[in-house]
């Protein structure tokens, strides 16, 4: 298992960042999300006042950043340049903006390298949008998690009032129905399944039952089982 590398796909709010996370917990693997990392380019980008559309800037901006990912006591814990924006780079203001980032492929490429000297280091679970068809497409076992988006919306919408947000049901399904339409539709590296990915909707199923699917496919995987 300490070699294995585990790719994650789908759209916002299909679970994937909380399932890749304890995924790699109990397969003692390392986690990577790759979402948080365009995230905190977005929150840099913002905080800095630097033109969002203006790739060539927003690509430096990236290629001089530190990004850090590390345990944390609730979680993965973000730091950029030394700042933890584990909270930070979940503001509706960066959830926003980040689809523009991530569609630009100066950017990609930059966080793209960082990704694969993470996965260098060892057996990693990753999860994004492009993982299994361009970060990791040797990824030894490859998923594509969906939900419908009344599903995901609810999940979206417990976690923003859990911190303490106000937010609009209507707008807020709205919004990820766009941002599916602009990850599906971005000119580099759009929102697909690989090929050899398996499907899982995660539509009325428990985190724990999507984690044992995986678990269980990542040591049939192991087992030289297809």
Do not use: C
Request: aromatic share 4%; hydrophobic share 35%; glycine share 8%.
């Amino acid at each position: 298992m300490s070699r294995l590398s585990i790719a994650i796909d789908g759209p916002a709010g299909a679970g994937k960042s909380t399932v890749a996370r304890q995924v790699a917990g109990r397969l003692g693997l390392t986690y990577v999300d790759t979402g948080a990392m365009y995230r905190a380019i977005t929150w840099k980008a913002l905080k800095e006042q630097v033109d969002l559309r203006d790739e060539q800037t927003v690509s430096r901006l990236a290629r001089e950043t530190e990004i850090r990912l590390t345990p944390g006591k609730d979680g993965m814990e973000v730091w950029v340049d030394g700042e933890r924006v584990t909270r930070a780079i979940r503001t509706p203001e960066v959830t926003s903006h980040v689809s523009l980032i991530a569609g630009q492929q100066r950017v990609r490429e930059v966080l793209v390298d960082k990704q694969r000297e993470m996965a260098s280091r060892g057996g990693v679970v990753m999860d994004g949008r492009d993982i299994g068809t361009h970060v990791l497409p040797d990824a030894d076992v490859k998923v594509f998690l969906t939900a419908s988006i009344e599903e995901r919306a609810k999940r979206r919408y417990r976690e923003l009032v859990r911190r303490g947000y106000k937010v609009d049901w209507e707008e807020l399904k709205e919004e990820i129905r766009i941002r599916d339409e602009k990850d599906r539709n971005r000119e580099h590296s759009p929102l697909r399944p690989a090929e050899d990915a398996v499907h899982l909707d995660t539509t009325g199923l428990s985190i724990e039952e999507v984690i044992r699917a995986i678990l269980d496919l990542s040591r049939s995987k192991v087992g030289g089982v297809e």
